[in-house]
């Protein structure tokens, strides 16, 4: 749907924000998903962190530090153009799926159990809920719908009816395909790690740790049932991961501050803010709490997307449920009425976990009454805030009209060419290639 609304109407998600919204909640959705990309590096740190300290004896928080240095990396292949990129991350992720898939040889877990597991799904255990929460904050990125969006706007697509059908088809496909391979490679950490929990020569130390199994331990555990290589396999795929994931969260940053604030960096500093900004609770948090305390902040991290998912989850459902904005390219009533229950969902488990969790907080919190009241009223208040906001956004309705970029007739072509239209909204969008390549290339070098 992201890469619907960027090839129908020629405007990614952030910059349809700007147009619908007024300038508070455009602002604020904007702040929301600043803290969305700062909050997926953090893992991006840490997993990097602990790659290092896997593979080279690094300490964590060295490692966190030295992970500022992927903005060089980040600028050595912008030289090389937006397609090398592409190819890099492409790379960088059947990387990731090479190393589990030959973790999975390894630890070689029961197909049956997997196979039900896939389908009797189960929240067993002390935080499962928060887990699972987690999990899908670290699987749907919330602005990796503001970069879908974008990049989509960077290819040359014919602007006919048949033309725009055929680009959200392919698109389709090509989303489809991206999330077969991060599926596979889910089930084989998960697999992987059930399988070695549950294996039979497991020691007295491996089975403690597989109680309270964070990234530093999962590496140990590995080792120790399974051979070195089969933690330097994860280390690599760790080290992947986070490298990618820096890539796609830089460009990610670069269009919300386009598309929201119409501000443009240059994307090494765009990067080295956000690093800088993730870098410094991760480095006190490795000081402080070591490995497990990194870890925890891993999961806390990867919450917080989840929590703000729904901040970039209705906007797209909202545009691209709407006529005004897509034309004779809306969804239809079946894909609309699945997205919004799967997206109520999410919203519910939400806020559920956020209610409970506070009150479970509050019960068993060892402080006065008055602070416990105190606590409440804040804690309650921002709950409210929360769900008044989703409120907002859901029933308020679309006002803006998007020009949909279709030109029927080479007439329709001409007289749109001769008012202009055509430039302004042409795909690709010179200002979005110009966004992703070092200026002293011509992005014309790279149609």
């Given at each position: 749907?992201?890469?619907?609304?960027?090839?129908?109407?020629?405007?990614?998600?952030?910059?349809?924000?700007?147009?619908?919204?007024?300038?508070?909640?455009?602002?604020?959705?904007?702040?929301?998903?600043?803290?969305?990309?700062?909050?997926?590096?953090?893992?991006?740190?840490?997993?990097?962190?602990?790659?290092?300290?896997?593979?080279?004896?690094?300490?964590?928080?060295?490692?966190?530090?030295?992970?500022?240095?992927?903005?060089?990396?980040?600028?050595?292949?912008?030289?090389?153009?937006?397609?090398?990129?592409?190819?890099?991350?492409?790379?960088?992720?059947?990387?990731?799926?090479?190393?589990?898939?030959?973790?999975?040889?390894?630890?070689?877990?029961?197909?049956?159990?997997?196979?039900?597991?896939?389908?009797?799904?189960?929240?067993?255990?002390?935080?499962?809920?928060?887990?699972?929460?987690?999990?899908?904050?670290?699987?749907?990125?919330?602005?990796?719908?503001?970069?879908?969006?974008?990049?989509?706007?960077?290819?040359?697509?014919?602007?006919?009816?048949?033309?725009?059908?055929?680009?959200?088809?392919?698109?389709?496909?090509?989303?489809?395909?991206?999330?077969?391979?991060?599926?596979?490679?889910?089930?084989?950490?998960?697999?992987?790690?059930?399988?070695?929990?549950?294996?039979?020569?497991?020691?007295?130390?491996?089975?403690?740790?597989?109680?309270?199994?964070?990234?530093?331990?999962?590496?140990?555990?590995?080792?120790?049932?399974?051979?070195?290589?089969?933690?330097?396999?994860?280390?690599?795929?760790?080290?992947?991961?986070?490298?990618?994931?820096?890539?796609?969260?830089?460009?990610?940053?670069?269009?919300?501050?386009?598309?929201?604030?119409?501000?443009?960096?240059?994307?090494?500093?765009?990067?080295?803010?956000?690093?800088?900004?993730?870098?410094?609770?991760?480095?006190?948090?490795?000081?402080?709490?070591?490995?497990?305390?990194?870890?925890e902040l891993i999961i806390i991290a990867s919450m917080i997307l989840s929590f703000e998912l729904p901040f970039a989850l209705i906007p797209l459902l909202k545009?691209?449920?709407?006529?005004?904005?897509?034309?004779?390219?809306?969804?239809?009533?079946?894909?609309?009425?699945?997205?919004?229950?799967?997206?109520?969902?999410?919203?519910?488990?939400?806020?559920?976990?956020?209610?409970?969790?506070?009150?479970?907080?509050?019960?068993?919190?060892?402080?006065?009454?008055?602070?416990?009241?105190?606590?409440?009223?804040?804690?309650?208040?921002?709950?409210?805030?929360?769900?008044?906001?989703?409120?907002?956004?859901?029933?308020?309705?679309?006002?803006?009209?998007?020009?949909?970029?279709?030109?029927?007739?080479?007439?329709?072509?001409?007289?749109?060419?001769?008012?202009?239209?055509?430039?302004?909204?042409?795909?690709?969008?010179?200002?979005?290639?110009?966004?992703?390549?070092?200026?002293?290339?011509?992005?014309?070098?790279?149609?």
């Amino acid at each position: 749907m992201a890469a619907n609304l960027g090839v129908v109407t020629g405007m990614h998600l952030a910059e349809h924000c700007r147009a619908e919204y007024s300038r508070l909640p455009n602002f604020i959705l904007w702040v929301i998903a600043e803290i969305a990309i700062v909050a997926c590096d953090i893992p991006e740190v840490i997993g990097t962190a602990f790659a290092l300290n896997m593979l080279f004896n690094i300490p964590v928080w060295i490692g966190v530090l030295l992970t500022g240095l992927s903005t060089l990396v980040l600028l050595a292949l912008q030289q090389y153009g937006v397609r090398k990129l592409e190819f890099f991350i492409a790379l960088l992720v059947f990387t990731i799926a090479g190393c589990f898939m030959a973790e999975l040889g390894y630890a070689k877990p029961v197909a049956k159990e997997v196979v039900t597991g896939l389908f009797v799904p189960k929240l067993n255990g002390n935080g499962a809920t928060g887990l699972a929460i987690s999990l899908l904050g670290a699987m749907v990125m919330p602005h990796n719908l503001f970069l879908h969006s974008a990049l989509v706007l960077s290819r040359k697509i014919p602007r006919s009816v048949r033309g725009i059908k055929e680009a959200c088809r392919f698109y389709m496909i090509e989303s489809a395909f991206a999330l077969a391979v991060a599926f596979l490679i889910n089930i084989s950490v998960i697999s992987v790690s059930g399988a070695v929990c549950h294996s039979s020569n497991l020691s007295a130390e491996d089975q403690k740790s597989c109680e309270d199994l964070d990234l530093n331990k999962a590496s140990f555990l590995l080792r120790n049932v399974l051979g070195k290589w089969s933690s330097k396999l994860f280390a690599i795929a760790l080290l992947a991961s986070g490298q990618s994931s820096t890539i796609t969260g830089t460009y990610a940053g670069q269009y919300v501050m386009q598309g929201f604030l119409d501000l443009r960096l240059k994307s090494w500093i765009r990067n080295l803010l956000t690093r800088c900004l993730a870098i410094v609770p991760s480095l006190i948090v490795a000081l402080i709490g070591g490995s497990a305390g990194a870890g925890e902040l891993i999961i806390i991290a990867s919450m917080i997307l989840s929590f703000e998912l729904p901040f970039a989850l209705i906007p797209l459902l909202k545009f691209t449920s709407s006529k005004i904005k897509m034309g004779e390219h809306v969804n239809s009533i079946t894909i609309s009425a699945v997205t919004w229950i799967i997206g109520s969902l999410i919203m519910g488990i939400n806020i559920y976990y956020l209610m409970t969790s506070f009150v479970k907080l509050l019960l068993h919190a060892h402080i006065r009454i008055v602070a416990k009241v105190f606590l409440g009223i804040l804690g309650f208040s921002g709950v409210a805030l929360y769900i008044g906001g989703i409120a907002y956004l859901v029933f308020r309705k679309n006002k803006k009209t998007t020009h949909v970029l279709t030109l029927r007739t080479l007439e329709d072509q001409q007289m749109g060419n001769t008012e202009g239209d055509v430039s302004m909204y042409s795909l690709p969008r010179e200002d979005i290639v110009s966004m992703q390549l070092p200026q002293k290339r011509s992005p014309a070098e790279f149609d």
